[in-house]
């Protein structure tokens, strides 16, 4: 199977078991595949859930594909922004050492999808009580 006949068989609805598994392993493939929907990141292949690249395009498409990255980008600060100013649940998908980082967890609350009482479900405790963050994620 070719790669385009495989990329229209998805588009059309098709079944991921039906794609080559060597295509999940093809960078360029992936990307078109997470273009289309991002959540696809999860049949990746594990090499490509550590290139950053690769995942912040399915975090574009929706900032919760960070479940899908492998953990070292889950550590890295730039990725895990990127995915909670997207969606602020993203947090629960973190790096807990993010949950405690007020920044991050201020751009997670202040996300236009899974801000608020959301992401401050998920920060540190310490951020939890903080009024600021309570204040703000109250006007969600």
């Given at each position: 199977?070719?790669?385009?006949?495989?990329?229209?068989?998805?588009?059309?609805?098709?079944?991921?078991?039906?794609?080559?598994?060597?295509?999940?392993?093809?960078?360029?493939?992936?990307?078109?595949?997470?273009?289309?929907?991002?959540?696809?990141?999860?049949?990746?292949?594990?090499?490509?859930?550590?290139?950053?690249?690769?995942?912040?395009?399915?975090?574009k498409?929706?900032?919760?594909?960070?479940?899908?990255?492998?953990?070292?980008?889950?550590k890295?600060?730039?990725?895990?922004?990127?995915?909670?100013?997207?969606?602020?649940?993203?947090?629960?998908?973190?790096?807990v050492?993010?949950?405690?980082?007020?920044?991050?967890?201020?751009?997670?609350?202040?996300?236009?999808?899974?801000?608020?009482?959301?992401?401050?479900?998920?920060?540190?405790?310490?951020?939890?009580?903080?009024?600021?963050?309570?204040?703000?994620?109250?006007?969600?």
């Open positions: 199977m070719y790669k385009k006949k495989a990329l229209k068989l998805w588009v059309d609805g098709g079944d991921i078991k039906k794609i080559p598994k060597q295509f999940l392993k093809d960078k360029s493939f992936m990307i078109k595949m997470l273009k289309i929907q991002g959540s696809m990141l999860q049949h990746a292949h594990k090499s490509l859930k550590k290139n950053k690249s690769i995942v912040l395009v399915a975090i498409d929706m900032g919760s594909n960070l479940e899908f990255a492998d953990n070292s980008l889950k890295d600060r730039s990725v895990v922004l990127e995915a909670v100013k997207r969606y602020g649940g993203a947090l629960q998908y973190a790096d050492n993010f949950r405690k980082d007020k920044t991050i967890v201020l751009a997670a609350i202040k996300a236009a999808t899974g801000g608020g009482g959301v992401a401050l479900q998920f920060a540190d405790k310490n951020l939890q009580n903080d009024l600021e963050l309570i204040k703000l994620a109250d006007k969600d």
